[in-house]
């Protein structure tokens, strides 16, 4: 049996940030946290005294959520063809602090997807992921990717081709991009859908399609399919005008209100890479961005934002913080395989990087200057309601011990999952 111990530094709580912070784990579980000098009173004494005393300013944060991500390392849920593969992929953002994931496919072959889907299921039976999201395959063929690439077009032309093939090219290209395969994109199919449940043995999480699409939303669609299923509707990938996201939006929250609690994995639907893959905003045709704008506002929807600047500008970022509040923001990575491999430069894909949440994170309240209490909230609270997890998300008595320690910068230097260290990088 492991014996308690303690990691200090400054804590962020939902709140505040506690300076001189302690928190004691014990096994799996977070047993107590506060201000370092209180914890002898509480017990914990002669831990905080065996725990060296942070001098270089680091944080302490929760374990990171990220409820979209298609991979890393080298390696992507959609393309991956063994269990070893896509855990390469896991333990890349592990080591970053996202110690809660959920594996994210994209549109694909019903083959394909229902082969994927199993082999995630697996990994989330194991305990090595925490559910899986389907970016399609029921999405709007002009607004597929978040690149602008339309049908037609081949990823390689975004990639420059010094030095690789054409073939290296095309798959680097795909890496990066994340691109979904457009000659798979089919209309809204609630049995495939429900196949998909089944094959997924209750993991999925959420699923991605444009709301516009014949039998999407209302009686007998792929929506109605996956509310039952405990899973969450993801509007995206969209050209859908403004009135028809009203009527869609107000079907699903009334779907949603009337779904006993016990069955759904979240109270509230989810937009996914808000701005990113959906009609932009014009004055005279407005499309969904005004409507899930001010749907987020009314609690009727969460968004996901990919906070890292390139994506959406910094400006926009805190835009939306600013007028929906956190409670209706979800940070994510939607990181590729590319994302921690020696050639993710922040300027490739059109400028669009592949980061890690922590960097989302770091990029939001650097860049954006949200809060940092905020930032981190984005990233874990919303991630673990999303999930419909109430035990992670949090540094509290009873949460379990996932923690992501990090220097002033929000770097990462140490990194527990269920109280075991996974990463340890010293600090220079």
């Known amino acids: 049996m492991s014996e308690p111990f303690a990691v200090r530094g400054r804590i962020v709580t939902p709140s505040s940030i506690i300076v001189d912070g302690a928190?004691?784990?014990?096994?799996?579980?977070?047993?107590?946290?506060?201000?370092?000098?209180?914890?002898?009173?509480?017990?914990?004494?002669?831990e905080v005294v065996a725990a060296p005393s942070p001098t270089d300013g680091r944080y302490i944060l929760p374990g990171l959520v990220d409820t979209h991500c298609h991979g890393g390392g080298g390696s992507a849920f959609p393309t991956a063809t063994t269990v070893e593969a896509m855990m390469t992929a896991v333990w890349e953002h592990r080591v970053?602090?996202?110690t809660t994931l959920v594996g994210s496919?994209?549109?694909?072959?019903?083959?394909?997807?229902?082969?994927?889907?199993?082999?995630l299921a697996d990994l989330c039976d194991a305990g090595e992921l925490d559910g899986i999201h389907f970016e399609g395959p029921f999405l709007a063929s002009g607004r597929l990717g978040v690149t602008g690439m339309l049908p037609g077009d081949s990823p390689a032309d975004a990639i420059p081709g010094e030095g690789l093939t054409a073939q290296e090219r095309e798959d680097r290209a795909r890496a990066v991009l994340g691109s979904q395969d457009f000659a798979q994109v089919q209309p809204p199919n609630p049995a495939l859908t429900r196949e998909l449940m089944i094959t997924t043995r209750g993991h999925t999480v959420s699923m991605t399609l444009a709301p516009e699409g014949k039998r999407a939303i209302g009686s007998g669609s792929v929506a109605e399919v996956l509310i039952e299923n405990g899973a969450v509707p993801a509007f995206g990938h969209t050209v859908a005008s403004a009135e028809f996201i009203r009527g869609a939006a107000a079907w699903t929250r009334e779907k949603l209100g009337l779904t006993p609690a016990e069955k759904l994995r979240c109270p509230r639907y989810i937009v996914t890479h808000f701005f990113n893959g959906m009609q932009p905003f014009h004055h005279r045709h407005p499309g969904?961005?005004?409507e899930l704008l001010a749907d987020a506002a009314g609690g009727g929807c969460i968004l996901e934002l990919i906070a890292d600047g390139q994506h959406?500008?910094?400006?926009?970022?805190?835009?939306?913080?600013?007028?929906?509040?956190?409670?209706?923001?979800?940070?994510?990575s939607n990181a590729t395989a590319d994302t921690g491999m020696p050639f993710s430069e922040p300027d490739s894909a059109e400028g669009e990087p592949n980061l890690h949440l922590v960097d989302i994170v770091r990029r939001a309240w650097k860049g954006a200057g949200i809060p940092l209490t905020d930032a981190v909230y984005c990233a874990s609270v919303q991630g673990a309601r999303i999930l419909g997890q109430t035990n992670i998300g949090e540094i509290t008595p009873g949460k379990r011990a996932d923690l992501l320690v990090t220097d002033e910068n929000l770097y990462p230097l140490a990194v527990y999952r269920r109280g075991a260290l996974v990463a340890s990088v010293p600090k220079n």
């Open 23 to 46: 928190v004691i784990v014990d096994g799996e579980s977070i047993v107590w946290m506060g201000e370092a000098p209180q914890a002898q009173a509480a017990g914990y004494g002669a």
């Open 96 to 98: 970053h602090g996202t």
């Open 105 to 119: 496919l994209s549109t694909a072959s019903p083959e394909d997807l229902r082969r994927q889907g199993q082999m």
């Open 288 to 290: 969904p961005v005004l």
């Open 312 to 332: 959406v500008d910094p400006s926009a970022v805190r835009n939306v913080f600013e007028l929906v509040g956190r409670d209706s923001v979800v940070f994510v």
